[in-house]
Structure formats: C-alpha cells, structure tokens
C-alpha cells in the first residue's frame, strides 16, 4: 500500500503504526465494488444514511471537545473543524452526488458501536480511566478534549488515504465512473488539508500529556480503526462481489479452498537454511559421544563459520550466474510457459549440486532435535503470516487446507514455526534432516529440490482431491522456485519483491499485478462478463507486501 506523510506528531506516529489495517477496509466489496465503479446505488445509499449519523456524532464530539479546551486558539480550531462537519450534512442533497439522498434508515449494529464510542469518549467516559464525572480542572477537560481528537483522527485520514489508492486506479477521462466525483471529493485538497488540521491539532494538545495519558491515545486512536473496519465491513452488499474469496466459494456444492505457500522469505523473514547452519555452529560438541574425535568433531565454532560462509559465497555465485544465462537469451513477446520451464531445468541442476555440497561438508552433522524445534519457535515471521495460517485452519465455516512446499531442509523447522498446539495437523512438503537418535546424521532426505519437483508435489496435492464440487488454489511464493506452482493455480499472489523473480518472470511474458488493482478490474469482469472466472496459466500474477493483505481478499477483516 502507498505511503503518506502526515507529519512527525503523535498523529504521524499512530498513523505509521496502524496504517497496515487500512488493508481490511480498501479489500471489502464495499470498497472494492465502489473502486470498480458498479457499486449498486441500493448499497452506496445504505452507506450514505449510515454516514450521515455518524457525522452527526463527530459534529456532537467536536461540540464537546471545544468546551473541554481550555486555550482560545484550540477553541477556536476545534469550532472551524465542526462548521466543516456541518457544512458537508448541510451539501448532503442530490445536488451534490447526482442522485436522490436516501430515505431516513435505522443505525445498524457497527454504526451505534462507533456512534456510542466517539459519545463516551467527548464526554470523558474512557473504559478504564478513571476520569472524574466532573471535569474539575481545565488541565483534566484539555485532556478529554485530546482524547476526542484521537478517536476521530484515523477516521478522515484513513479516508483520504483509501480514496487516494482508487483514484490512483481511475482513467481520470472516464466519465462514465458514477461515484468518481465522490472519490475526486475525498482526494482533493481541500478534504486533504482537514485531515491534516485534525491530526495538527490533535499534536498540539497532546504536547502536555504524561506517557500513560499519550498510551490511551494510542488505545482509542486504534479503537476507531477497528471500529472503522467494522463499519465498512458491515455495508450490505446484494451483489456478487470477488472479495472476501472464501464467500465466493459455496460449501454446500463441496466448495473448498486449496492454499500453498512457500516457506523462506514468503512466511520467514529470513532464509532457515542460514539458521539451521547456526545451530550446528553454536552446539558443535567438543567430541564424540563414545570419547573418539572425529575429524568434524574437531572442527572448530570458527572453521565450521568459515565452511558455511564459503558454501553460502558460492551459492550465491552460482544463483546469479545461473540467472544472468537465462536473461541474456530474447524476451518473449507473450507469455511462455514452455520457454520458462526450459530455463528452470538449469535451476534443478544448481539446487541439487548445492544441497550435495552440504551434505559434504558436514556441517547439519550433530543437530539436535529439540534445538531445532526451539528455533523454529523463535523463528522471525513476516507480521500476519502465521494469524492468517492460524484462523484459516481455526475456521470451522471454511473448507479450506493448507499446504507449505518448501525447499527447507528440515520439516520439523516449519511445522515448529507455524503450528499451534489446539491445530489441526499442517500439511509440511519439505526436506527432512536425517536422525539418528535424535541427532543429525548430516545428510538430507532430499524431497523438493526443484521447481519441477515443487510442481509436482503440487500436482499430485491436486490431484487427491474430491474431483467433483468447486475447488480453487492459491498460491502464495516470492522466489524463483515458486514460478511454476504460482502460474499453475487458480489465483498466483507474489510476496514481497524479489527482483530475480521479476525479472525471470518478464522474461517469459508475465505480467505482475497489484493485488488491489486486479480485484477491482476482476469486480469489473462480474459485472461486463456475468462472472469472473479465475484462469490458471494465464500468465498474470498478483503482488501484495504483506500477509494482511492475503487475509483481507481471502477471509475478509481480521476482527
């Protein structure tokens, strides 16, 4: 997702703290359909009336902040910022949006939670302060009146910020787009310089706060996210609408969602390879168990570093030799599935003469298990990754398994790493770690080593299925082995950037879609074609940064 500079405040501060769950009100089909342009007016209507009551509530909290300030100047600023929110209920009328304002609807259930919140909050009722029922001293009212501008911050910059992201998305001489001028509205200037003076004024008032004062700031200002969240994911949709994925998928018919991904740097933020080779650094033991030293035995803390430093420069070397001869070769014009798969083979080589190489050296010799595991719970994960794992294998209303194909040379490694103890068992296609009582023999059982070999153990995941009823694939991957199962499914999401995959992928005549983006063109497809089928190996795959984006199209928000 863009980025936007709000200033270096606690405002700025919060923002860049929480901004990643705008991710969960941009993937709802309210958003997404709007993007699309074919939101039905049914639906935007709903909107309106709901919003309507809560610009009333802030218009009432920003009443009540202003008696709580105790300065003229901050009177004065939170008065201008409540004639704004009367102005805009005063321009909600057909004159403004082109159509009929809606009849006068009954508050639901997510819009009284965020109505009642922005209410306690302006009149000092904060859950767990203590705030007297009668401000005292002005020093206590300046302090709600912080508080109130905390709870309404997020709401208009996370408006500004969304309608930027669809207005980025807009053929800005498309005319034909029926809410483009209620995007064109919230991106413009004017709406953009009122969220900056909140968030201003939210900086000057809390200047004089303690640090426990400023933390129930951060409590409400992520409070109001949530509640945003809520409230968008609540809008009534009575079309089909691409997000969330699994509600397109209809169990009754035996709909079920098959998810893979890839381990190192998709679920890991960094390569395991590197911190199996730790492990045996940091508990080589000094000798043999029996009392004989072996030649590896001896071998000290700083030659084992050194072997490994030495294996990891060459495979390095070797990767990148490896792509440099495939990308000197012509570009292909449109998508080869053929051509890319003829350049993989050299990858297979490289792989396994890597993988013997280590095997070689000796040094995953005299692991032990349970370190293994203990390191696999400490293991560093990409932020979201194992809740999204978690709720998916957790969720009792979705047919849905999980698969980890992974170049990884131990099994055990990932199951620690991802796995809760009340889960279900997770479905681990790796390497494994030869043992003998407990302790590493030093060689790999050697299962995926390949691209191919990844394919196929895909395939064949495939092909146990129950062939009647709706299935559909994801596949989640961000390194060059991941290409061919990524183009294989149903739906192929690209984690992170990795410009070897890139550029190995342009190559060969694939194209790399924003996720975002390609929902909404996909939103589109329903609406022009009836239905928006998902194709395998039609040559587009879709990139996203981060795991809330993966949980925000496949299950919807996060709460």
């Not at 991710?23 to 709903?46: E, I, K, M, Q």
């Not at 006068?104 to 767990?128: M, P």
Request: proline fraction near 3%; glycine fraction near 6%.
């Amino acid at each position: 997702m863009g980025g936007m500079d709000v200033g270096g405040g606690i405002a700025g501060k919060l923002w860049n703290k929480f901004r990643s769950e705008s991710v969960f009100v941009n993937y709802t089909p309210f958003f997404v359909c709007l993007a699309a342009g074919n939101l039905s007016a049914d639906s935007f209507h709903h909107y309106i009336s709901q919003h309507v009551h809560l610009l009333n509530a802030f218009a009432h909290a920003y009443e009540l902040a202003e008696e709580c300030a105790d300065d003229d100047e901050d009177k004065k600023a939170i008065r201008n910022l409540r004639k704004y929110v009367q102005a805009k209920l005063k321009s909600h009328d057909s004159l403004e949006w082109g159509f009929e304002l809606p009849e006068e609807r009954s508050l639901t259930n997510a819009t009284v939670k965020y109505t009642d919140f922005l209410s306690a909050t302006a009149s000092g009722r904060i859950e767990g302060e203590r705030v007297p029922g009668k401000l005292a001293t002005p020093f206590e009212k300046t302090k709600v009146a912080a508080y109130t501008l905390g709870a309404i911050a997020p709401c208009m910059r996370l408006f500004a910020f969304i309608n930027k992201e669809i207005q980025a998305l807009l053929d800005p001489n498309d005319s034909t787009h029926i809410y483009k001028k209620w995007i064109d509205h919230y991106c413009s200037e004017n709406f953009e310089a009122y969220a900056f003076r909140i968030e201003e004024l939210l900086d000057t008032l809390s200047i004089s706060l303690t640090g426990e004062e400023l933390d129930v700031i951060e409590k409400l200002y992520h409070q109001s996210m949530r509640l945003e969240v809520d409230f968008f994911s609540s809008q009534p949709i009575i079309q089909e609408a691409v997000v969330p994925l699994s509600r397109t998928l209809d169990p009754a018919v035996g709909g079920e969602l098959s998810i893979f991904c890839d381990f190192d740097l998709t679920c890991t933020a960094f390569d395991s390879s590197a911190i199996l080779a730790e492990i045996a650094i940091i508990t080589r033991p000094k000798a043999d168990p029996d009392g004989s030293e072996t030649q590896l035995s001896r071998m000290s803390s700083a030659d084992l570093r050194s072997t490994w430093d030495a294996l990891s420069a060459q495979y390095t070397e070797e990767f990148e030799q490896c792509v440099e001869s495939i990308t000197t070769t012509k570009t292909a014009e449109t998508f080869s599935y053929e051509g890319l798969c003829e350049a993989l083979e050299q990858f297979a080589h490289f792989e396994k003469a890597a993988n013997s190489r280590v095997v070689q050296s000796g040094v995953l010799k005299g692991l032990n298990q349970e370190d293994i595991k203990r390191a696999g719970q400490r293991l560093i994960l990409q932020d979201g990754c194992k809740g999204f794992i978690q709720k998916i294998m957790k969720n009792e209303n979705l047919t849905a398994a999980i698969h980890v194909l992974s170049y990884c040379w131990c099994g055990d490694l990932i199951r620690s790493a991802l796995s809760s103890g009340d889960l279900k068992a997770l479905n681990v296609h790796s390497n494994e770690l030869s043992c003998e009582d407990s302790t590493t023999t030093g060689e790999i059982i050697k299962k995926l080593e390949s691209p191919m070999e990844k394919l196929q153990a895909f395939n064949n995941i495939l092909n146990n299925r129950d062939k009647d009823g709706q299935h559909l694939t994801v596949y989640i991957g961000g390194s060059v082995g991941d290409l061919l199962c990524l183009l294989e499914a149903d739906i192929g999401i690209v984690m992170g950037s990795s410009p070897t995959l890139r550029r190995l992928g342009e190559q060969f005549g694939i194209s790399f879609v924003p996720l975002f983006s390609g929902l909404v063109a996909k939103q589109r497809e329903v609406v022009e074609v009836g239905s928006s089928n998902w194709k395998r190996l039609s040559g587009t795959l879709y990139t996203v940064s981060s795991w809330d984006e993966i949980h925000a199209f496949i299950l919807g928000s996060s709460s």
